[in-house]
Each structure stands twice: as structure tokens, then as C-alpha cells.
């Protein structure tokens, strides 16, 4: 039975429509600077009604950021992160879940506990990759002597070198591994019945068959809404690019917009800023739109 209590429904609708006010008053004051000129957007009061120069901002905005390059670039890091996170995820859940093996327990909790490390923490060692991922190598052979021993009986000099800097594999691969993911392929792929893999098992399906034929049609809806959370993630990614590519034209949208902030001897045209943010805001929202309704199936579907 269902109790009627008016007062806690008018309560949490305030407190929904306070929420829903302190997030687009944001908003609605970027689109109404970037609808401005220089001296509107400039005036004391705040003008809080549109104005008639958005084309005209907008346009100055796309060619003054060269968004058309930088859009490019940000659209195949957020593909290629979504991607790798989705089929690491995947993968890694499965490797828990459906094989049997001692220290399955152990490896996901360890991938569980990196949730509390953000990139933000580990971005000198990062960082370190980056600039020469096989730099490790370099350093086992050193310590063991095999770099001098190869070198004494061939006269090759052993020196390993993988730079990722000012490259799409180093603005991607440090970000494709996620706990988030693994943890809901695992909490998903543990629902699936026990009958099930026994019946495919009795049919000859191996693993990975099993995997593509069973898990990945079952998973479409935890696909789409992780493929959602992962491609907002990686398109608002700001301190790796911005650490990772020296050369500017590699910059992501977001270091882009970073780069149009009026310096302290510039001219604060903040309604062109305004507007180049619209333009970066848009296909993230644009994903979220189109995705919302598998998004949400994904998160709070209990049948499977």
C-alpha cells in the first residue's frame, strides 16, 4: 500500500525544481552571452534576454579555435576511448565471472580499489609511459646485463623507445582501462543463469563464441549506457591532453577552449568565448539525447 503524503511530494518537487534551476541558470546565461555583442556582454546589470549576434559569435568562434580540425581530433579520442573502455570491460569481466581460477576474487577487487586513483593522481607515472612506454624494458635489461651481453656478441646497441606523446595512441590508451566498466559487465554478467552457459557449453560453444553470440546480444543496453557515460567522459577529458600533446595542432576541444580565455593584455570578448563553448558542449549533448532512452535501460533494467 501506497501512503499520499502531500507535503513530502511538494518537498522533493521543490527540491528536483531547485536542482533544475541551479543547473541551467549556468546555462542559459552562456547561450545569452554568446548571443551578445562585446559591449552587451560586458554591461553591469547581467542581460538575461537573448540577443541577435549568435551566428555572428558562433562563426568568429569556429574560425578563431579552428574547431572544424579540433573537432576531428576530439571525435577519434572519445570513439577510441569509449571502444577500448567498452572491450576491456567487457573482457575483463568475463575473465572473472564465467572462468575459474584462484585469485579471480583478489584481481577484482584490485580493479575495483583503482576507483579511488584518478587519472589525476597517477599522472606523473602516466606521464612517464607516455614519453617512452617501453622504458621499463629498457631498465630489466639493464639491471639483468642483457642489453650489454646482446651488445658485446652482435655490436647492436639495445635501446627501446615508444614515445605516445603528440599521438591518438597517447591521448587514448592511458584512459581505456575502467573499474566502472568492469564492475557493472560483473554485475551484469552475474545475472546471467547457470542453465544458460551450461546449454551453450552442451551446443560446442567455446568461450569466445559464447561471448559473441550470448553476452554481447544480452549486453546491448549495459553497452549503450556505458558507450554514453565513456564518450562524455573522454570528450570533457582536459589535464591528459593538455599534458600529452605539445604540438597544437594535436589539441583536443577542450585545451582549444581553454586556449581562447582572454590573457591578461587581451580583449575579454566573452561572448565569442561563450559561443565557442556552446559549440564544444553540443555533440556530448547531442550523444546523451539520442542515447537517453538506452542509457536509462541500461542502468535500471532488472529483467535481462
Not at 658485446?152 to 595512441?169: E, I, K, P
Not at 549506457?225 to 599534458?243: D, E, K, R
Not at 583536443?252 to 565557442?276: E, F, I, K, Y
Amino acid at each position: 500500500m501506497i501512503e499520499r503524503r502531500p507535503f513530502l511530494n511538494l518537498a522533493t518537487h521543490a527540491i528536483l525544481l531547485a536542482g533544475v534551476v541551479c543547473l541551467m541558470v549556468p546555462l542559459w546565461l552562456a547561450f545569452v552571452a554568446a548571443t551578445q555583442d562585446l559591449a552587451g556582454v560586458n554591461s553591469t546589470p547581467i542581460n538575461w534576454l537573448p540577443g541577435s549576434h549568435l551566428l555572428e559569435n558562433v562563426a568568429t568562434a569556429w574560425a578563431r579555435g579552428e574547431f572544424g580540425a579540433r573537432m576531428a581530433t576530439s571525435l577519434i579520442v572519445a570513439i577510441g576511448v569509449m571502444v577500448g573502455k567498452i572491450v576491456v570491460a567487457m573482457l575483463a569481466a568475463f575473465a572473472i565471472v564465467f572462468f575459474d581460477w584462484r585469485a579471480k576474487t583478489v584481481v577484482f577487487w584490485i580493479i575495483f580499489v583503482t576507483l579511488m586513483l584518478p587519472l589525476e593522481v597517477r599522472i606523473v607515472p602516466t606521464y612517464a609511459v607516455a614519453a617512452n612506454a617501453l622504458r621499463p624494458f629498457q631498465v630489466i635489461l639493464d639491471i639483468t646485463g642483457l642489453s650489454t651481453l646482446i651488445n658485446m656478441a652482435t655490436g647492436v646497441t639495445v635501446s627501446l623507445d615508444w614515445r605516445m606523446l603528440n599521438s591518438y595512441t597517447g591521448l587514448i590508451l592511458p584512459l581505456v582501462a575502467t573499474a566502472t566498466g568492469t564492475f557493472l559487465y560483473r554485475q551484469f554478467f552475474m545475472t546471467i543463469p547457470e542453465e544458460l552457459v551450461e546449454a551453450a557449453r552442451m551446443d560446442g560453444a567455446g568461450p569466445i563464441r559464447f561471448l559473441r553470440d550470448v553476452l554481447i546480444p544480452l549486453s546491448r543496453t549495459n553497452i549503450a549506457a556505458l558507450a554514453t557515460i565513456m564518450f562524455v567522459y573522454a570528450w570533457n577529458q582536459y589535464l591528459w591532453p593538455l599534458l600529452v600533446t605539445t604540438d597544437p595542432s594535436r589539441a583536443t576541444v577542450m585545451v582549444q577552449l581553454s586556449r581562447m580565455v582572454p590573457r591578461a593584455d587581451g580583449v575579454p570578448d566573452w561572448n565569442v568565448l561563450m559561443a565557442a563553448a556552446l559549440i564544444v558542449m553540443l555533440p556530448p549533448l547531442v550523444v546523451v539525447m539520442l542515447m537517453q532512452r538506452w542509457f536509462v535501460r541500461g542502468l535500471v533494467a532488472t529483467e535481462k
